[in-house]
């Protein structure tokens, strides 16, 4: 990261790319520095108003022009409104919402566009020696030494170059306004980050504690299964009996049968000319051996 970049991080300007990977602590951190730079900004356009509202004041208390009467008026809403805003940066948060304070900011940035080409004009006719401007006849052109304001009217006089220096310098600051203001704050970072620090509940955020730990003695106990409780769950309704078939996942069901073979004898018999009596033509084979 060079310098620029940690300049514009630090004011709070940074790109949304690098906005997207900072947690809720760093972005309120970035939030809280970027409140110092705001309030020297919103300061500056105050001294400017103040300072334009003291030279506009001077140049109408000697030639009362409508286009410096309505620069005063703007200069005076400049003042209330970077007040306001000041405020509502240190004292009452509340107060300062979104709408609001861009509107505020956009009136105050088409008024001073306003007010700088008003006097740029005013100044660039008062820069020409041979003009001078008149009550009733308006502008008119005569030589550098014949200009006198008394002739205009019955004031206190002034030089034409201090006459002509303050509307200039009138039209500098004023463009160092109409700049100032022209950093628009981005709701973006306004946002509170309250709802960004919310904890999880307080069973999710301690799971692994909330759990207990098996102990040699419960691991030998067998669980319960779903047939071991009284309540189970209903089952099908049955039209006709069904044999009752081994489970998928029983070691025997992928078995073959195995053949069935005669039981053997306990005792063996001794005499093999034993036949039991009840044996048919046990009788014929006895004569037949006789």
Not at 5 to 34: H, W
Not at 84 to 100: E, F, M, P
Not at 219 to 247: F, G, K, M, N, Y
Request: proline share 7%.
């Amino acid at each position: 990261m060079n310098f620029l970049q940690k300049i514009r991080r630090y004011v709070g300007i940074a790109p949304r790319c690098a906005r997207g990977s900072e947690t809720p602590s760093q972005r309120s951190v970035r939030f809280q520095s970027r409140q110092i730079p705001l309030l020297l900004l919103h300061a500056a356009q105050l001294v400017l108003a103040i300072i334009l509202m003291g030279l506009g004041a001077y140049n109408i208390h000697f030639v009362a022009y409508q286009v410096l009467a309505v620069c005063l008026v703007i200069d005076i809403c400049t003042i209330l409104i970077a007040t306001y805003l000041i405020i509502c940066r240190i004292r009452c948060s509340k107060l300062c919402r979104h709408y609001s304070s861009l509107l505020l900011q956009v009136c105050m940035l088409v008024a001073s566009v306003i007010a700088l080409g008003l006097l740029a004009s005013l100044a660039q006719y008062w820069k020409q020696p041979e003009c001078t401007y008149r009550f009733k006849s308006g502008y008119q052109c005569s030589p550098y030494g014949k200009r006198d304001l008394r002739i205009q009217w019955k004031r206190d006089t002034t030089s034409y170059v201090t006459y002509s220096g303050a509307l200039i310098t009138g039209s500098v600051l004023s463009a160092s306004e109409a700049t100032s203001i022209a950093f628009f704050d981005k709701w973006a970072d306004l946002r509170p980050t309250s709802q960004t620090n919310k904890s999880p509940p307080p069973q999710v955020q301690h799971t692994e504690q909330a759990m207990p730990l098996a102990t040699p003695a419960s691991q030998r106990c067998p669980l319960a299964e779903v047939w071991d409780s009284s309540t189970q769950l209903p089952t099908a309704h049955r039209s006709r009996p069904e044999p009752i078939l081994p489970d998928e996942d029983d070691d025997y069901a992928d078995r073959e049968p195995e053949p069935l073979t005669p039981a053997q004898m306990r005792f063996g018999v001794t005499n093999q000319e034993h036949r039991p009596l009840s044996t048919p033509g046990y009788g014929a084979s006895c004569a037949a051996a006789n």
